[in-house]
Protein backbone atom coordinates (compact mmCIF):
# COMPACT_ATOMS: atom_id res chain seq x y z
CA UNK A 1 0.00 0.00 0.00
CA UNK A 2 1.67 3.20 -1.27
CA UNK A 3 1.84 6.11 1.52
CA UNK A 4 1.24 9.58 0.12
CA UNK A 5 0.54 13.76 1.27
CA UNK A 6 -0.34 16.75 -0.39
CA UNK A 7 -1.39 20.09 0.35
CA UNK A 8 -4.03 22.44 0.30
CA UNK A 9 -4.63 26.11 1.90
CA UNK A 10 -1.74 25.65 4.10
CA UNK A 11 -3.27 21.83 5.62
CA UNK A 12 -1.50 19.18 4.57
CA UNK A 13 -3.55 15.72 4.32
CA UNK A 14 -2.40 11.93 3.97
CA UNK A 15 -3.43 9.20 1.78
CA UNK A 16 -2.95 5.60 0.86
CA UNK A 17 -2.86 4.59 -2.40
CA UNK A 18 -2.69 1.11 -4.51
CA UNK A 19 -2.37 0.25 -8.21
CA UNK A 20 -2.25 1.38 -11.68
CA UNK A 21 -4.19 3.30 -14.24
CA UNK A 22 -7.39 5.35 -14.82
CA UNK A 23 -7.33 7.73 -11.08
CA UNK A 24 -10.02 6.68 -8.49
CA UNK A 25 -10.39 8.75 -5.66
CA UNK A 26 -12.33 7.02 -2.38
CA UNK A 27 -13.94 9.61 0.13
CA UNK A 28 -14.61 8.59 3.21
CA UNK A 29 -17.35 9.59 5.56
CA UNK A 30 -18.60 9.77 9.20
CA UNK A 31 -18.34 8.01 11.51
CA UNK A 32 -15.29 6.47 9.44
CA UNK A 33 -12.11 7.12 7.88
CA UNK A 34 -9.84 5.53 4.82
CA UNK A 35 -9.96 2.39 6.16
CA UNK A 36 -13.55 2.51 4.45
CA UNK A 37 -12.19 1.48 1.74
CA UNK A 38 -9.84 -1.76 2.48
CA UNK A 39 -12.18 -4.09 0.74
CA UNK A 40 -12.62 -1.67 -2.85
CA UNK A 41 -9.27 -0.66 -2.96
CA UNK A 42 -7.66 -4.11 -3.73
CA UNK A 43 -10.91 -5.34 -6.49
CA UNK A 44 -10.34 -1.54 -8.02
CA UNK A 45 -6.50 -1.99 -8.18
CA UNK A 46 -6.82 -5.46 -9.68
CA UNK A 47 -8.93 -4.12 -12.43
CA UNK A 48 -6.74 -1.65 -13.85
CA UNK A 49 -7.50 1.39 -11.86
CA UNK A 50 -4.67 3.47 -9.55
CA UNK A 51 -7.06 3.77 -6.45
CA UNK A 52 -6.35 7.18 -3.79
CA UNK A 53 -7.94 7.05 -0.64
CA UNK A 54 -7.11 10.01 1.29
CA UNK A 55 -7.89 11.14 5.03
CA UNK A 56 -10.57 14.34 4.73
CA UNK A 57 -10.03 17.12 5.96
CA UNK A 58 -9.86 17.62 9.53
CA UNK A 59 -9.20 13.66 10.11
CA UNK A 60 -5.84 14.23 11.54
CA UNK A 61 -4.14 16.66 13.20
CA UNK A 62 -2.60 18.06 10.07
CA UNK A 63 -5.18 18.96 8.33
CA UNK A 64 -7.50 20.99 10.72
CA UNK A 65 -8.75 24.55 10.37
CA UNK A 66 -8.00 26.39 12.77
CA UNK A 67 -11.82 28.21 12.86
CA UNK A 68 -13.14 24.65 12.40
CA UNK A 69 -15.15 25.88 9.88
CA UNK A 70 -15.75 22.50 7.15
CA UNK A 71 -17.94 23.81 4.80
CA UNK A 72 -18.00 21.08 1.66
CA UNK A 73 -17.24 23.55 -1.05
CA UNK A 74 -13.37 23.57 0.73
CA UNK A 75 -13.20 19.69 0.70
CA UNK A 76 -13.91 19.72 -3.04
CA UNK A 77 -10.63 21.83 -3.47
CA UNK A 78 -8.88 19.51 -1.41
CA UNK A 79 -9.76 16.59 -4.00
CA UNK A 80 -8.39 18.82 -6.94
CA UNK A 81 -5.39 19.43 -5.04
CA UNK A 82 -4.85 15.88 -4.75
CA UNK A 83 -5.50 15.46 -8.24
CA UNK A 84 -2.86 18.45 -9.07
CA UNK A 85 -0.49 16.62 -7.28
CA UNK A 86 -0.77 13.47 -8.73
CA UNK A 87 0.07 15.61 -12.16
CA UNK A 88 -3.74 14.03 -13.13
CA UNK A 89 -6.55 15.99 -14.84
CA UNK A 90 -9.14 13.74 -14.93
CA UNK A 91 -10.31 11.26 -12.58
CA UNK A 92 -13.16 8.86 -11.08
CA UNK A 93 -14.75 9.95 -7.99
CA UNK A 94 -16.08 7.73 -5.22
CA UNK A 95 -17.96 9.16 -2.07
CA UNK A 96 -19.53 7.79 0.90
CA UNK A 97 -21.59 9.43 3.51
CA UNK A 98 -20.01 13.18 3.78
CA UNK A 99 -17.68 11.95 1.36
CA UNK A 100 -20.76 11.56 -1.39
CA UNK A 101 -22.34 15.16 -0.29
CA UNK A 102 -18.29 16.33 -1.23
CA UNK A 103 -18.64 14.67 -4.64
CA UNK A 104 -21.90 15.79 -5.49
CA UNK A 105 -20.49 19.12 -5.03
CA UNK A 106 -17.13 18.48 -6.77
CA UNK A 107 -18.69 17.11 -10.08
CA UNK A 108 -20.91 20.72 -10.03
CA UNK A 109 -18.00 22.52 -9.20
CA UNK A 110 -15.19 21.01 -11.61
CA UNK A 111 -16.92 18.86 -13.97
CA UNK A 112 -14.39 19.11 -16.41
CA UNK A 113 -12.03 16.93 -14.20
CA UNK A 114 -14.03 13.83 -13.66
CA UNK A 115 -14.83 10.90 -15.81
CA UNK A 116 -17.53 9.57 -13.47
CA UNK A 117 -19.50 10.11 -9.88
CA UNK A 118 -20.15 7.15 -7.38
CA UNK A 119 -22.47 8.11 -4.49
CA UNK A 120 -22.88 6.35 -1.63
CA UNK A 121 -25.91 6.23 1.07
CA UNK A 122 -26.54 10.15 0.78
CA UNK A 123 -28.44 11.85 -1.46
CA UNK A 124 -28.14 14.97 -3.77
CA UNK A 125 -27.16 17.52 -0.55
CA UNK A 126 -29.59 20.40 -2.53
CA UNK A 127 -32.93 18.08 -2.20
CA UNK A 128 -32.02 16.59 0.84
CA UNK A 129 -32.08 20.05 2.60
CA UNK A 130 -35.06 21.16 0.63
CA UNK A 131 -36.86 17.75 1.41
CA UNK A 132 -36.46 17.02 5.10
CA UNK A 133 -38.28 19.94 6.49
CA UNK A 134 -40.90 18.46 4.59
CA UNK A 135 -40.30 14.43 5.65
CA UNK A 136 -41.39 13.86 9.47
CA UNK A 137 -39.40 10.14 9.01
CA UNK A 138 -36.33 11.25 8.06
CA UNK A 139 -36.27 13.96 10.16
CA UNK A 140 -36.27 11.51 12.91
CA UNK A 141 -33.47 9.58 11.41
CA UNK A 142 -31.19 12.58 11.32
CA UNK A 143 -32.06 13.26 14.86
CA UNK A 144 -28.21 13.54 15.65
CA UNK A 145 -27.46 16.56 13.54
CA UNK A 146 -29.20 18.67 15.71
CA UNK A 147 -27.78 16.83 18.77
CA UNK A 148 -24.41 17.64 17.66
CA UNK A 149 -24.95 21.54 17.76
CA UNK A 150 -24.63 20.76 21.38
CA UNK A 151 -21.38 22.34 21.39
CA UNK A 152 -20.23 20.72 24.65
CA UNK A 153 -22.26 17.97 25.31
CA UNK A 154 -22.52 16.29 22.34
CA UNK A 155 -18.52 15.99 22.37
CA UNK A 156 -18.48 14.36 25.49
CA UNK A 157 -21.26 11.85 25.26
CA UNK A 158 -19.49 11.15 21.92
CA UNK A 159 -16.15 10.02 23.58
CA UNK A 160 -17.70 8.86 26.47
CA UNK A 161 -17.13 4.61 27.29
CA UNK A 162 -14.66 4.79 24.60
CA UNK A 163 -17.11 6.05 22.06
CA UNK A 164 -19.73 3.57 22.85
CA UNK A 165 -22.03 6.60 20.86
CA UNK A 166 -20.23 5.77 17.30
CA UNK A 167 -21.07 1.81 18.26
CA UNK A 168 -24.66 2.65 18.62
CA UNK A 169 -24.77 4.63 15.25
CA UNK A 170 -23.23 1.49 13.20
CA UNK A 171 -25.60 -0.62 14.68
CA UNK A 172 -28.23 1.89 14.42
CA UNK A 173 -27.66 2.54 11.11
CA UNK A 174 -26.52 -0.73 9.47
CA UNK A 175 -29.04 -2.85 11.25
CA UNK A 176 -28.20 -6.63 10.67
CA UNK A 177 -24.45 -5.98 9.85
CA UNK A 178 -22.24 -8.10 12.45
CA UNK A 179 -19.29 -5.38 12.07
CA UNK A 180 -16.09 -6.86 14.04
CA UNK A 181 -13.64 -4.94 15.81
CA UNK A 182 -11.37 -5.48 12.63
CA UNK A 183 -14.16 -2.67 11.41
CA UNK A 184 -14.87 -0.25 13.25
CA UNK A 185 -11.86 -0.21 15.25
CA UNK A 186 -9.82 2.08 13.05
CA UNK A 187 -12.49 4.62 12.89
CA UNK A 188 -12.51 4.91 16.86
CA UNK A 189 -8.74 5.27 16.79
CA UNK A 190 -9.03 8.44 13.91
CA UNK A 191 -11.92 9.70 16.17
CA UNK A 192 -9.31 9.71 18.96
CA UNK A 193 -6.12 11.42 17.78
CA UNK A 194 -6.21 14.73 18.79
CA UNK A 195 -8.48 17.74 17.64
CA UNK A 196 -10.45 14.96 15.25
CA UNK A 197 -13.41 14.52 17.21
CA UNK A 198 -14.11 18.08 16.96
CA UNK A 199 -13.57 18.82 13.24
CA UNK A 200 -15.96 15.31 12.22
CA UNK A 201 -18.57 17.07 14.27
CA UNK A 202 -17.38 20.56 12.50
CA UNK A 203 -19.04 19.18 9.54
CA UNK A 204 -22.40 19.27 11.14
CA UNK A 205 -21.87 22.56 13.16
CA UNK A 206 -20.69 24.08 9.60
CA UNK A 207 -23.52 22.89 7.22
CA UNK A 208 -26.18 24.06 10.44
CA UNK A 209 -24.43 27.34 10.00
CA UNK A 210 -24.35 27.53 6.24
CA UNK A 211 -28.00 26.32 6.31
CA UNK A 212 -28.82 29.40 8.97
CA UNK A 213 -27.09 32.38 7.08
CA UNK A 214 -29.24 31.51 3.71
CA UNK A 215 -26.26 30.54 1.72
CA UNK A 216 -27.13 27.32 0.11
CA UNK A 217 -26.92 26.36 -3.21
CA UNK A 218 -29.84 26.13 -5.40
CA UNK A 219 -31.83 22.77 -4.05
CA UNK A 220 -31.69 21.77 -7.78
CA UNK A 221 -28.33 22.70 -8.46
CA UNK A 222 -26.88 19.99 -11.81
CA UNK A 223 -24.23 17.45 -11.38
CA UNK A 224 -22.69 17.49 -15.22
CA UNK A 225 -20.71 14.12 -15.00
CA UNK A 226 -22.31 10.69 -15.09
CA UNK A 227 -23.18 9.26 -11.79
CA UNK A 228 -24.25 6.14 -10.35
CA UNK A 229 -26.25 6.93 -6.79
CA UNK A 230 -26.42 3.48 -4.36
CA UNK A 231 -28.32 3.63 -1.42
CA UNK A 232 -28.83 0.13 0.92
CA UNK A 233 -32.72 -0.86 1.60
CA UNK A 234 -31.95 -1.36 5.43
CA UNK A 235 -30.08 2.35 6.10
CA UNK A 236 -31.14 3.42 9.36
CA UNK A 237 -30.09 7.03 9.00
CA UNK A 238 -31.12 8.42 5.30
CA UNK A 239 -33.84 5.72 4.30
CA UNK A 240 -33.62 4.31 0.60
CA UNK A 241 -37.46 5.99 0.19
CA UNK A 242 -35.96 9.11 0.88
CA UNK A 243 -32.77 8.58 -0.76
CA UNK A 244 -34.82 7.72 -3.92
CA UNK A 245 -37.15 10.92 -3.52
CA UNK A 246 -34.33 13.16 -3.51
CA UNK A 247 -32.73 11.61 -6.19
CA UNK A 248 -33.64 12.90 -9.51
CA UNK A 249 -32.43 12.61 -12.68
CA UNK A 250 -33.34 16.08 -14.01
CA UNK A 251 -30.25 16.93 -11.22
CA UNK A 252 -28.03 14.88 -13.94
CA UNK A 253 -27.78 15.96 -17.35
CA UNK A 254 -24.78 13.89 -17.76
CA UNK A 255 -27.09 10.39 -17.15
CA UNK A 256 -28.01 9.09 -13.66
CA UNK A 257 -27.79 5.59 -12.37
CA UNK A 258 -30.09 4.66 -8.87
CA UNK A 259 -29.34 1.62 -7.42
CA UNK A 260 -30.65 -0.21 -4.19
CA UNK A 261 -28.89 -2.62 -3.15
CA UNK A 262 -30.72 -5.33 -1.05
CA UNK A 263 -30.14 -6.15 2.48
CA UNK A 264 -27.52 -4.07 3.93
CA UNK A 265 -27.64 -0.32 5.48
CA UNK A 266 -25.60 2.53 5.53
CA UNK A 267 -22.16 1.30 4.86
CA UNK A 268 -23.11 -0.82 1.73
CA UNK A 269 -19.72 -0.98 0.92
CA UNK A 270 -18.39 -2.41 3.94
CA UNK A 271 -21.34 -5.04 4.24
CA UNK A 272 -21.44 -6.22 0.52
CA UNK A 273 -18.09 -5.89 -1.04
CA UNK A 274 -18.58 -8.16 -3.40
CA UNK A 275 -21.50 -6.67 -5.07
CA UNK A 276 -20.28 -3.20 -4.33
CA UNK A 277 -17.08 -3.78 -6.18
CA UNK A 278 -18.72 -6.12 -9.10
CA UNK A 279 -21.08 -2.18 -9.48
CA UNK A 280 -17.78 0.01 -9.03
CA UNK A 281 -16.01 -2.13 -11.57
CA UNK A 282 -18.12 -2.06 -14.53
CA UNK A 283 -19.23 1.81 -13.78
CA UNK A 284 -15.28 2.66 -13.94
CA UNK A 285 -14.84 0.76 -17.16
CA UNK A 286 -17.73 2.26 -18.67
CA UNK A 287 -16.50 5.62 -18.23
CA UNK A 288 -12.71 5.61 -18.56
Request: net charge negative; charged share 20%; proline share 7%.
Amino acid sequence: MEELSFSNEGLHLSAVGLGEGPLVICLHGFPDCLHSFRHQMPALAAAGFRVIAPCLRGYEPSSQTADGHYPIPAMTTDVIALMDHLGVEKAHLVGHDWGAAITYMAGTAFPDRFLSLTTMAVPHPGRFGEEIRRNRRQMRRSWYMSFFQLRGLSDFVVGFNNYAFIHKLWRDWSPGWAFTQEDIGPVIETLKRPGVKKAALGYYRSARATSSSNNLPDPGFKVPVPTLALTGSKDGCIGTDFFQLTTQAEDFPAGLELREIPEVGHFLHQEAPETINDLLTDWLARHS
